[in-house]
Nanobody, 125 residues
Framework: QVQLVESGGGLVQAGGSLRLSCAAS????????MGWFRQAPGKNREFVAR????????QYADSVKGRFTISRDNAKNTLYLQMNSLKPEDTAVYYC??????????????????WGQGTQVTVSS
């Protein structure tokens, strides 16, 4: 079992920055990959970024490459998403997710088996 709690969302102007955090508990944090997804009103949940459990390998959606950075601190059991140069189209509820059963697609929400409750990010123009 894994429990995930996101924090750090809020309201920011376009061009600004936010850092999201995801605190994990339960299963050993370093033993599974982690990802961030987001869901805007009226849209499906979409992949944002993924961080492997070891080696530091990361993947990003094209829409956030060069602006967002995913990182993790295994000593603190925490996943981060640094978001810079935010745009109004980044407005969404952001979710962190754990992939404890490798083999699924890294960019599909079906590849993750534990989810946080989400944190709202609103970017004003």
């Amino acid at each position: 079992q894994v429990q995930l709690v996101e924090s750090g969302g809020g309201l920011v102007q376009a061009g600004g920055s936010l850092r999201l955090s995801c605190a994990a508990s339960g299963r050993t944090f370093s033993s599974y990959a982690m990802g961030w997804f987001r869901q805007a009103p009226g849209k499906n949940r979409e992949f944002v970024a993924r961080h492997s459990k070891i080696g530091g390998s990361t993947q990003y959606a094209d829409s956030v490459k060069g602006r967002f950075t995913i990182s993790r601190d295994n000593a603190k059991n925490t996943l981060y998403l640094q978001m810079n140069s935010l745009k109004p189209e980044d407005t969404a509820v952001y979710y962190c997710a754990a992939d404890t059963r490798p083999g699924g697609r890294y960019d599909s929400d079906r590849g993750y088996d534990y989810w946080g409750q989400g944190t709202q990010v609103t970017v004003s123009s």
